[in-house]
């Protein structure tokens, strides 16, 4: 990869757009110089190149300020009032406020890959007040992709894990050297060393999905379950088929005796008038009907009326009890109890006409209550009753007076409806005998004929029970048979699972031996970069420092460092300086990108910060120029004098200098430096 141009727009301490050109760049002249003294827009260039491939959706690339805060969405774009002034430049958000439009913010960076293709990638936020949208492009060769599949171009270009060691901070890298191993995730993917970890645990889910669907023991349970099932079934049907054989039989032999008595029973008729016949049936039917109407109210009241009708002797002595104990009460307090027991429901929905009448009956109930404890007749001596509330004994009294009146009249209906009952049974009895006799004649035919009559209702009766018996059980047998297709046919689908069973164990045995032999290379794979990256970091440390105290530095599997003396005793890393930390993790990342093979451009912010002199001029003339095919590095005159700059000048291809009066309107001036050559 190789930057061509970086295009910012309303980002960070950038108001308007700026334009920096990296075509120039060669592999002679592979470093670019952009100067700036402290607050004028260096960190902003390089946060904003960050955030073309890491975005913002999670919280580590919207974390801030010292102690480390991760901002909401909101707050990393618009500021957060305090520490953090937002991603949305302030000066265009203030400008936007006044001619009401919206902000366009974006970062855009246009490179060629190893083949000159040529790559445009941008992302964008418009912002109009709080209210803020966002997207990113990738454009390449006339066609545009975005959103989803831009997103995953340019995780696959610089995964955003890894771009913590391409565009850094050159004092914060330190951080590496001071690691206990908890960046051995990102060195793996950076070192391109979890491919075969991802495969081998890949292949092992393969595995352990093949081994569980090739469990045979709960195979075998439900092919033995469906073998249960199929022989019940089959002996259902067998049963059933005989039970309808058995009912063909039977209804067969009734019926030929059906057919028997219905012809003796033709020949038993006198062949009387049909008029006689119809006249006599009429009577009969209409009498079953008087009998049937008759029953059906005597069955339907007298249950509920029998406990008292039958016992109004008693209920008159109840009723008489009441009266007296009324009257114990005072005839004027009786009266104004029953009063209030009456017209109190009434009074209740006068008062609330729009209340629902379930509810006027629940306040009338209360009241009552209320009013039971004001006024109680007491106890005035022995009786059936014991004390009880005046509005009870009112209701009590009403009650039994009604039955007093009303149950002699009910027991003299329901003795005539029993008088009727059976005067209605004896005359259809006599209907009966006398239609027999007319269809019959002869007196002494008459007890063959009722014989005759009887036998053939008989089998009529037992013949509609076959039939319906019949229907049911072929109903039942069609399930049945039904039920045996559906069970041989799962019979069939699980031995052939079991079948499959079988072959997915063995797969999955297979399987588990590729993940072991995957992770087995993953292992030796690691061991090997790990020897050439500790090879790698001690080359590239003693070009860019002779330190008389280290003599080697080793690299443990977390990617943890060592520092070792000249005898090989180790040096405790709380005794090294800042600056010696932050030389390790320079010549730790050279190493890593160099065995990584990434051809990725390196931006470098405060690049010679807590370093000595003699180690900065190692720097400059070792390292910068060797440690990629494009290098920009974000300066301040401090850190680069004329000294300095003339050593690293013969690799520059092109400086750029940021001035920004206010903090938030930084301009770009090429071609000028901050320090002059001397």
Not at 261 to 269: G, P, Q, V
Not at 595 to 601: F, K, L
Not at 628 to 639: D, G, S, Y
Request: hydrophobic share 40%.
């Amino acid at each position: 990869m190789k930057f061509i141009r970086i295009r910012l727009q309303n980002i960070f301490a950038y108001h308007g757009t700026i334009n920096f050109d990296f075509s120039v760049t060669s592999q002679s002249r592979n470093v670019v110089l952009i100067w700036g003294r402290n607050g004028m827009g260096k960190t902003s260039f390089l946060n904003a190149v960050k955030l073309l491939f890491t975005g913002i959706a999670e919280k580590p690339f919207r974390t801030v300020g010292f102690p480390p805060v991760a901002l909401n969405e909101k707050q990393y774009l618009l500021g957060d009032g305090a520490r953090w002034s937002g991603l949305i430049n302030r000066s265009a958000r203030r400008k936007a406020a006044v001619l009401k439009e919206t902000v366009e913010t974006f970062v855009e960076i246009t490179w060629t890959d190893q083949d000159e293709r040529e790559f445009t990638a941008q992302r964008w936020w418009q912002t109009d007040g709080d209210n803020t949208t966002s997207g990113v492009y990738v454009d390449f060769d006339g066609n545009r992709m975005a959103g989803d599949p831009a997103e995953d171009f340019l995780e696959e270009t610089l995964p955003r894990d890894l771009v913590k060691f391409f565009f850094f901070d050159g004092e914060d890298i330190k951080s590496i050297a001071e690691s206990s191993g908890t960046l051995q995730k990102d060195i793996n993917l950076l070192l391109q060393l979890t491919f075969v970890e991802e495969l081998a645990e890949e292949v092992r889910k393969v595995a352990d999905e093949r081994r569980l669907r090739g469990m045979q023991t709960e195979l075998r349970r439900k092919v033995d379950d469906a073998l249960a099932s199929q022989r019940s079934i089959e002996t259902s049907i067998f049963e059933l088929e005989e039970q309808l054989v058995a009912i063909d039989d039977t209804l067969t032999s009734d019926g030929l005796d059906l057919r028997r008595l219905e012809i003796r029973r033709a020949n038993l008729s006198s062949g009387a008038s049909e008029l006689q016949r119809e006249a006599l049936e009429a009577q009969l039917k209409k009498l079953n009907k008087q009998l049937e109407s008759c029953v059906g109210e005597i069955s339907t009241e007298l249950p509920l009326d029998i406990p008292l009708v039958a016992n109004l002797r008693i209920l008159k002595r109840v009723r008489d009890e009441v009266e007296a104990r009324i009257a114990a009460g005072g005839s004027a307090e009786a009266n104004f109890v029953r009063q209030v027991d009456v017209q109190l429901p009434g009074w209740v929905a006068e008062a609330a006409p729009d209340m629902p009448p379930e509810d006027v009956a629940g306040v009338a109930r209360y009241l009552s209550g209320k009013l039971n404890g004001a006024l109680t007749i007491s106890n005035a001596g022995p009786g059936a009753f014991p004390a009880a509330d005046v509005f009870r004994i009112e209701k009590m009294r009403r009650v039994v007076e009604h039955w007093s009146a009303a149950g002699g009249e009910r027991q003299n209906k329901y003795v005539r409806l029993l008088q009727l009952a059976t005067q209605t049974k004896t005359e259809l009895t006599e209907v009966t005998e006398a239609l027999l006799k007319l269809e019959v004649g002869a007196q002494g035919n008459l007890e063959e004929y009722r014989e005759v009559i009887n036998r053939i209702e008989e089998l009529r009766g037992k013949e509609a029970r076959l039939n319906q018996q019949k229907g049911v059980s072929t109903t039942k047998l069609a399930e049945l048979k039904q039920q045996r297709i559906e069970i041989a046919e799962t019979i069939i689908r699980l031995q052939a699972s079991q079948n499959q069973a079988t072959t997915e164990m063995e797969e999955s045995r297979f399987a588990s031996s590729i993940s072991k032999a995957l992770n087995e290379i993953a292992l030796k794979l690691k061991d090997a970069t790990r020897v050439e990256l500790e090879e790698l970091l001690n080359e590239r440390f003693r070009r860019i420092i002779s330190h008389p105290l280290i003599k080697r530095i080793g690299i443990d599997d977390t990617y943890v460092l060592t520092f070792y003396e000249e005898s090989g005793r180790a040096i405790g890393r709380t005794s090294l300086s800042s600056g010696m930390k932050q030389l390790a993790a320079t010549a730790l990342l050279w190493a890593m990108k160099d065995s990584a093979d990434r051809d990725i451009p390196v931006i470098i912010d405060t690049p010679l910060g807590r370093i000595d002199r003699e180690n900065q001029d190692h720097l400059l003339k070792a390292y910068y120029p060797a440690l990629a095919k494009q290098v920009i590095i974000l300066p301040t005159n401090a850190e680069i004098d004329g000294r300095k700059r003339a050593l690293l000048e013969p690799r520059v291809a092109e400086h750029y200098l940021i001035e920004n009066s206010t903090g938030d309107a930084a301009e770009v001036k090429r071609g000028q430096a901050l320090v002059e050559l001397v």
